[in-house]
């Protein structure tokens, strides 16, 4: 076990290293840089050089490399361009905002998903697993933005009854206690149902064809043979061995958590990973960026390791 962790503690820094040295070579060479975002176009380029100075865009790429590379292997991510603040404090305080948001929102996804497909097994080739089907189809169909617009014009804009955008009120902001916390959780439904139902369709679809795979192994016949139900041999002995996948599914979803959804944090002005990278992208804001790219490749190495070893824990066949 010590040599399978010192080999894939390894391996992952290794690919964080490339994602992050891609990354900055991409950002880097691309057409333009912050200086020229930020500099009026009027005035003459001997300003202009003089805003490219401040920010150590005049050094050679290469320099410029090394030195990020040198202060991140220390810990210090620098100071973002765009805020003038520490991209460690930024990206501490836009993190539990994406924690909120997409940790109810796989909560929602997990178990909506696992609910549709055991009762679609349990209810196999009737109206009812035929409907579940097109709306688990339906629902993975439809982009983000689409069920995050329609939402907001039904519960906002129609009914009135959730706030459409933002974490919180103007009078949640001056709030304290339970009266804040509540504010919060009404702007968090609209995104968190946007996420919850764009995922639960793909994740009914993939666990209807795990449960459909297990109730016809041998052990699931071996117990209707005993005089199980077919509902409590589903539910007791299927169930389980089909929840296997489901753990590298959840264990993959760990970036999701850290980097957040964009197309859901900017269509809900929500203030969480996913909005502050997309800012950071649009003002070529490279120690931000990188910062965030950091969070988001330690996350997917994170995460695959920890559904090996949920799945390893789980199954005795694959530590054999």
Known sequence: ???????????????????????????????????????D???????????????????????????????????????????????????ADALPP???????????ETAGGLGIATLQVLRARSCLDRGLTLASLLAYALPAFTVALGLVWLFSYTLGWLPPSHLLSPAGELATGWARHRDVLAHAVLPVLTIGLTGMGALARYMRGSLVDEHTQGYVLAARARGCS????????????ALLPLITVLGLSLPFLVSGSLLV?????????????????????????????????AAV??????????????DPRVRA
């Open 230 to 241: 077919r509902r409590r041999a589903l539910l007791t002995h299927a169930l389980p061995n």
């Open 41 to 91: 176009p009027r005035l003459p380029a001997a300003a202009r050089e003089r805003w490219r100075r401040d920010f150590g865009l005049d050094r050679p790429l290469p320099a410029r490399y090394l030195s990020w590379l040198g202060s991140a292997v220390r810990g210090d991510l620098g100071i973002s361009w765009q805020y003038r603040r520490p991209v460690t404090a930024l990206l």
């Open 301 to 314: 190495v994170a995460g695959s390791a920890l559904a090996d070893l949920g799945v390893a824990w789980l």
């Open 1 to 39: 076990m010590t040599r399978w962790i010192a080999r894939r503690l390894g391996a992952g820094l290794v690919v964080i290293w490339v994602v992050a040295t891609g990354t900055f070579a991409l950002v880097s060479l691309a057409p333009g840089d912050f200086a020229s975002r930020l500099a």
């Open 98 to 108: 994406t924690l909120l948001l997409a940790g109810l929102g796989l909560l929602l």
């Open 265 to 297: 944090e900017v269509v809900f002005a929500w203030p969480g990973m996913g909005q502050l990278l997309y800012q950071a992208a649009q003002a070529r804001d490279i120690p931000l960026l990188m910062g965030g790219t950091l969070l988001g490749a």
